[in-house]
């Protein structure tokens, strides 16, 4: 590549970096904006790619955009790994040899599976589904192995557990906690999704460590849990993710749980800004959610920009599409047990939990009702009342019956 100097610089592309890109041209600037990107594709949504495995996906069928865009907005796309950055001197260095200088500096760097270290099975075998080449790989597997173990009942656990039933394979899901998605919702909700798991015909076992598995003869393994033996060809980890922090620790920037920033998405280099999965905000904060991190990015610029917003926290949304079940999670994990009051409803196929504190809506959790999303979504960032709610969200009315005795 010519050019050497740049006034902006990302590192990492994901939906925060297409947030600040858009929202800096979206308010006239024009500076040149360097993109570096460390995957064999273009910038692609993540939420996706483990949600589409039943007929697998071509190479960029997710990219958030096309070639032109970047051309028409002025962005250099680099297809490399940036492996330090020298602070004093306002650099980057890839691993293809480039020095690279910037006036401002965005890490945009997401986060990174966790993968336990398991006795009986190199790490090298365990499978992710973090990125597309992972989920490649995982595809890869399907083609020659039937028994998957999933470990971790979160949402990409549980997710990938139902691409792989809808694959035809028999799975295997080994979870700490109780229940699956037990972090999101409360188990009034996810009694629902056990219950249509189980009816598909996943083997759910909660509330278990797998520390160690056996591998046979023939390259399958086999697992022990509380006396019962499981057989599988292969491992699946969907235990979490960490912010990836290697970069910014490297470079001695402020890093804790993620790499710290204050309300205006600055870190402890006035030059230098992070955002989305791998900022970590007030009281240790990382949100680990493709809306926030969105929002994050459109802040990263404004303040780039000069027209600094602070960061508020907002409650983004979660939802999930599985087992033929529509699942949203808003704000539940700011519940505060006994003191929230809880306001349960169950019509038909919609069964909501809203939680209420000073009289304003402060997180809704259900099942079903997909359709009003949105409007959740809104009542929840404008605090409705309940009387809001009952206006806005009625639930529909429960359905009767008549009938009138022929004699």
Request: net charge neutral; hydrophobic share 40%.
């Amino acid at each position: 590549m010519k050019k050497t100097n740049y006034p902006l610089i990302i590192i990492g592309a994901s939906i925060t970096a297409i947030s600040v890109i858009r929202t800096m041209r979206q308010n006239g600037d024009v500076r040149p904006i360097l993109l570096i990107h460390g995957e064999d594709r273009l910038p692609y949504k993540r939420t996706k790619i483990n949600k589409h495995m039943v007929r697998g996906f071509e190479k960029e069928a997710f990219k958030m955009a096309d070639e032109k865009w970047y051309a028409d907005n002025d962005v250099t796309l680099l297809y490399d790994w940036v492996e330090g950055i020298d602070r004093m001197n306002k650099q980057v260095y890839t691993k293809l040899g480039h020095e690279l200088s910037y006036q401002k500096l965005v890490l945009a760097t997401g986060a990174v599976a966790v993968v336990p270290h398991i006795s009986g099975i190199d790490n090298s075998d365990v499978h992710k589904v973090q990125n597309a080449l992972d989920v490649d790989r995982l595809l890869g597997a399907c083609k020659e192995n039937e028994r998957f173990l999933i470990i971790g009942g979160g949402v990409e656990g549980i997710e990938t557990a139902d691409q792989l039933i809808r694959k035809g394979k028999q799975v295997i899901l080994a979870n700490r906690m109780k229940y699956p998605l037990l972090k999101l919702f409360p188990e009034a909700i996810v009694n629902h999704l056990e219950k249509e798991m189980t009816k598909k015909g996943v083997i759910l076992l909660g509330g278990v460590s797998v520390s160690t598995v056996q591998k046979q003869a023939d390259g399958s393994y086999t697992l022990t849990l509380k006396g019962k033996t499981y057989a599988f060809d292969a491992i699946v980890a969907c235990t979490g993710a960490m912010p990836n922090v290697d970069l910014a620790r490297k470079a001695n920037l402020k890093v804790e749980r993620g790499v710290v920033v204050d309300a205006f998405m600055q870190t402890n280099d006035p030059d230098i800004l992070a955002a989305g999965d791998v900022a970590q905000h007030a009281q240790g904060v990382v949100t680990g959610l493709w809306h926030a991190a969105e929002h994050q990015g459109e802040l990263v610029a404004l303040n780039v920009l000069g027209n600094k917003e602070a960061h508020t926290l907002p409650p983004y949304r979660l939802k999930t599409e599985v087992f033929g079940l529509y699942l949203f999670s808003g704000a539940y994990e700011n519940i505060v047990p006994g003191q929230d009051e809880a306001v349960e409803e169950q019509v038909g196929a919609i069964h909501r939990i809203l939680y209420y504190s000073n009289a304003k809506l402060k997180s809704a959790v259900f099942l079903g009702d997909g359709e009003r999303a949105k409007t959740y979504q809104k009542a929840l960032f404008e605090g409705w009342t309940k009387e809001q709610v009952q206006t806005k969200l009625p639930l529909p009315a429960q359905p009767t019956f008549s009938f009138s005795p022929s004699f």
